[in-house]
Nanobody, 126 residues
Framework: QVQLVEFGGGLVQAGDSLRLSCAAS????????MGWFRQAPGKEREFVAA????????YAGDSVKGRFTISRDNAKNTVYLQMNSLTPEDTGVYYC???????????????????WGQGTQVTVSS
């Protein structure tokens, strides 16, 4: 059973940067593709970014492409989301998720993810 805990959320101003971290425990971190999703009030959960097991492949959603970067450190059992040029539309609860998957797998479909963190709030003021 893998436990995921997100860190780094907070209140920032438009144009600022923020880095989220997600620490994993209780499993073999390198066996999981990892993803970030977010949910704004009144909206469905949305894919943000994903990374495969060995960080060779990353994939970002259209709304964050060019601004957000996902990375991972398997030695530290941690996945990161670097968020630049934040806008109020980026406000929401950010979740990390783990997908027990093949080495090259990297998905934007939340249904493929097996484990989820509790989420961390990101609020961007205008």
């Amino acid at each position: 059973q893998v436990q995921l805990v997100e860190f780094g959320g907070g209140l920032v101003q438009a144009g600022d940067s923020l880095r989220l971290s997600c620490a994993a425990s209780g499993g073999t971190f390198s066996s999981y593709a990892m993803g970030w999703f977010r949910q704004a009030p009144g909206k469905e959960r949305e894919f943000v970014a994903a990374i495969n097991r060995n960080a060779a492949t990353t994939y970002a959603g259209d709304s964050v492409k060019g601004r957000f970067t996902i990375s991972r450190d398997n030695a530290k059992n941690t996945v990161y989301l670097q968020m630049n040029s934040l806008t109020p539309e980026d406000t929401g609860v950010y979740y990390c998720a783990g997908d027990l998957a093949g080495l090259f797998h990297c998905s934007d479909d939340e249904r493929t993810y097996d484990y989820w963190g509790q989420g961390t709030q990101v609020t961007v003021s205008s």
